[in-house]
């Protein structure tokens, strides 16, 4: 295909269809000869390379065309000392290193100047890997599954908040609507924005399944079909830009932060996950109980067992456990069951090349990166050691009494982030899937958090004692 009939078909404004054109042009294996032809044909003026840095904060340098050529061959450097949890800084020179397979064009701005995205490997000076690199985790974790013989699938839920801004600009935790679970105009203000967050996934690439109000107001919900999981978590953070340039663009402020209103349900990202081999879903065992096979039992003992360890990792905030509280369907209790919602991993209905674990303990404020990896390697081990599942557990959990508890033999999720952190401190499994580097930044950067959090007097105190004591 021709560059230039990526102009020939779809009408100017058709991004979506514009995409389709120039994703074929780009092919599988895009080297970089074929991305600045791209470049020079679609009128690219300036190009974003991001990374993220390991709380997942989306990172980027912006570049002219005129150095297009030297970034396209990984020669782009930065200071790394800057970055939260990279490296010291006597060894701050790192470079981004692009996926060609990651090139976009953004759907917005000026024509004759377009903008251009590559997610980039972050290595160090002397051209090696940076063990530090979330994207390498979540990379490391694929390859073992690879070896293993297995091709990871996920796909996530991400919802998130859209709040009115103050006369300043300010963000405020003000909702533009009074919509619950599928609610639509005039109730839902928030439909124009979903929609055009839809059409800028779809014009960057992304196949859109869905898009609804959530159950909170001022909560929504865009599913985008799951892919190869490396895909899954570039996509993640793709979303979460287009989703807050939306919001912008409709003077509202979005946001992934778990739990912003008191008595409200929180946000959380469940993710679904598959392992795939040269015979199709190997989750899928039309002869096995709940057709399921053995392994994806294994699967969720996995899960199970690593639960405690990964939740600093899968649910990062010191808001996050104010999510995860009974009441507001999240889950608290480390089970599984078929179809139930309560628990914290499920297994939906549908069988056969979509039988899938739906893991519910996530929440959007994740490093998609580190919480994908955890993830998948807890289901790994699950796999390597055989580790018992259990039974499911078919009933609504947060009815259960203590007794009820005591005799299901249902353990609970960390209360508070201090939990949690401990709980990953502990886990040789995690500290391996981490890295070293990561690992020990990680754990240091939470309990610094931890710790500014408990010292705090907050108004729900000064309310409760000031006067009584």
């Known amino acids: 295909m021709s560059p230039d009939s990526i102009f020939a078909a779809p009408p100017e404004h058709d991004e979506a269809a514009r995409f389709a054109h120039y994703g074929k042009f780009l092919g599988d294996s895009p080297d970089p000869k074929t991305v600045l032809e791209l470049c ?45 949890g990279f490296v010291r800084i006597e060894e701050s020179d790192m470079l981004l290193k692009p996926d060609l397979k990651t090139f976009r064009v953004f759907p917005w701005g000026n024509p004759e100047a377009r903008v251009a995205r590559l997610i980039c490997d972050v290595h ?4 090696t890997p940076f063990s530090g690199d979330p994207r390498r985790v979540l990379r490391r974790v694929a390859e073992k599954a690879a070896a293993m013989g297995y091709m990871v699938n996920a796909g996530v839920e991400a919802e998130f908040f859209l709040f009115q801004k103050d006369d300043k600009g300010g963000a405020t935790t003000i909702t533009h609507d009074r919509g619950g679970y599928f609610d639509l105009t005039p109730v839902d203000l928030g439909e124009k924005a979903r929609r055009m967050i839809v059409n800028d996934l779809e014009a960057m690439g992304f196949e859109v399944e869905a898009a609804h109000h959530e159950v909170a107001p001022g909560q929504h919900e865009i599913d985008f079909k799951y892919a190869d999981v490396m895909i899954t978590a570039d996509s993640l953070t793709t979303f979460k830009f287009i989703v807050r340039n939306a919001a912008l663009a409709h003077d509202l402020h979005a946001t992934f932060m778990p739990k912003p209103i008191y008595g409200q349900n ?9 392992l795939f081999d040269a015979a199709g879903n190997v989750f899928y065992d039309p002869d096995g109980e709940y057709q399921m096979s053995k392994l994806m039992r294994h699967y969720i003992g996995g899960l199970k067992k690593h639960a ?3 939740a600093a990792v899968t649910n990062p905030l010191v808001n996050s456990y104010k999510r995860l509280v009974p009441g507001y369907e999240a889950p608290v209790d480390i089970a599984w069951s078929q179809s139930n919602r309560s628990p914290m991993i499920r297994v939906p209905d549908r069988r056969g090349v979509g039988t899938r674990v739906e893991f519910r303990m996530p ?29 499911p557990l078919d009933v609504n959990v947060w009815e259960l009494t203590a007794g009820d508890r005591e005799k299901y033999s249902i353990s609970s999720l960390p209360a508070n982030l ?15 899937v981490l890295g070293e580097h990561l690992f020990t930044n990680f754990v240091a950067s939470k309990k610094k958090e931890w710790s500014e959090y408990i010292s705090q007097v907050s108004i729900w105190e000064l309310d409760r004692y000031l006067t009584s004591y």
């Open 40 to 84: 020079d044909t679609m009128n690219v003026r300036f190009m974003r390379l991001t990374f993220t840095d390991i709380a997942g904060h989306i990172k980027n340098v912006e570049i002219p065309a005129s150095q297009f050529p030297k970034a396209l061959d990984g020669e782009i450097m930065f200071d790394g000392s800057s970055i939260k």
């Open 124 to 127: 160090n000076s002397d051209e």
């Open 266 to 274: 929180g946000s959380g990202m469940h993710t679904h996950q598959s």
């Open 308 to 310: 405690t360890a990964m």
């Open 363 to 391: 929440d959007p404020a994740c490093n998609p990166y580190l919480a994908l990896a955890v993830q998948i390697a807890a289901g790994l081990d699950g796999i390597e050691n055989e580790i018992d599942s259990g039974p």
């Open 418 to 432: 201090g939990e949690a952190i401990s709980e990953l401190e502990k886990s040789e499994t995690m500290r391996e």
